[in-house]
């Protein structure tokens, strides 16, 4: 099903055949270095938080708070990657029963990590002060899944926090073709093999691979499966996608952000 893109990129990259990454806008902030450069935080007209920086052409979507990135979310994604990923692809590997892993997977979540993630529960903005893509999906899960509100709220506060994650997501959607309502769980995989393309370091590219493993294993169970297709098709993903800003501060990072329009 998926090979039908590939007709559509060809005549896409040939309209672009005389542009390169480098003729494309992006943020400067970065190669300057030093102490960085003057800003001001404030709300936008939607009501979520953004940052004007000196120089630059479009504000920087949310706030990034140091002390918060590398001091309690470091903590939450370094015990995600470590109990839900890295612990599950060893066991994968030593052929331990997909079942069990499943539901150890699940245990953890809702338990270890979430005490973890409670901890930080007041550096959490609130809804309203999220950027739209995060807010979209706050409320598509509030709606499908109020149940399980844990497990979306240190999500959201991840993808909130860390632009890097939260621009990978967004970049997603542009992958998943044609009948992505029908088929969300092929269109979701496909994205994130494209997502490991997108990646310049190899470091990098083994996490992606990492994450779509566990992910997909996930999806095999029939609970998860059914309540990421109700999120999927919930989110109205023309409010999560990369938006000019958006990728005008991508662009200045490792990553392929245009590889569907231009060859790198």
């Known amino acids: 099903m998926f090979t039908m893109i590939q007709p559509f990129l060809k005549i896409i990259r040939w309209w672009y055949r005389n542009t390169s990454p480098a003729d494309l806008e992006m943020g400067s902030y970065w190669k300057k270095g ?13 009501g979520s938080t953004v940052m004007i920086m000196e120089g630059e052409k479009y504000p920087f979507p949310t706030f990034p708070r140091s002390h918060i990135l590398y001091g309690h979310l470091s903590k939450i994604k370094h015990e995600i990657k470590n109990q839900i990923f890295n612990e599950s692809w060893a066991r994968l590997e030593e052929g331990v029963d997909k079942e069990w892993i499943i539901k150890d997977i699940k245990n953890k979540l809702f338990g270890s990590i979430a005490k973890l993630a409670e901890q930080s529960k007041y550096d959490m903005l609130p809804v309203s002060a999220m950027c739209p893509s995060v807010k979209e999906i706050y409320r598509a899960w509030t709606k499908v899944s109020p ?7 240190y999500l959201c506060f991840i993808l909130q926090e860390d632009d890097a994650y939260r621009f990978r997501v967004q970049w997603l959607y ?18 994130l093999q494209m997502l490991e393309h997108g990646e310049v370091v190899g470091d990098m590219k083994e996490r992606i691979r990492l994450l779509r493993r566990i992910l997909m294993l996930a999806l095999e169970d029939k609970s998860i499966k059914k309540q990421f297709i109700a999120l999927f098709r919930e989110i109205k993903w023309s409010k999560v996608k990369l938006s000019k800003a958006d990728k005008y501060h ?12 231009l060859e790198y």
């Open 147 to 153: 149940q399980t509100w844990q497990l979306r709220n």
């Open 174 to 191: 542009q992958w998943f073709g044609f009948f992505f309502k029908i088929f969300p769980v092929e269109s979701f995989k496909y994205s």
């Open 34 to 46: 030093g102490d960085g450069v003057n800003a001001k935080v404030t709300k936008a007209e939607d």
């Open 250 to 261: 991508f662009r200045g990072k490792y990553f392929k952000v245009d590889m569907k329009y």
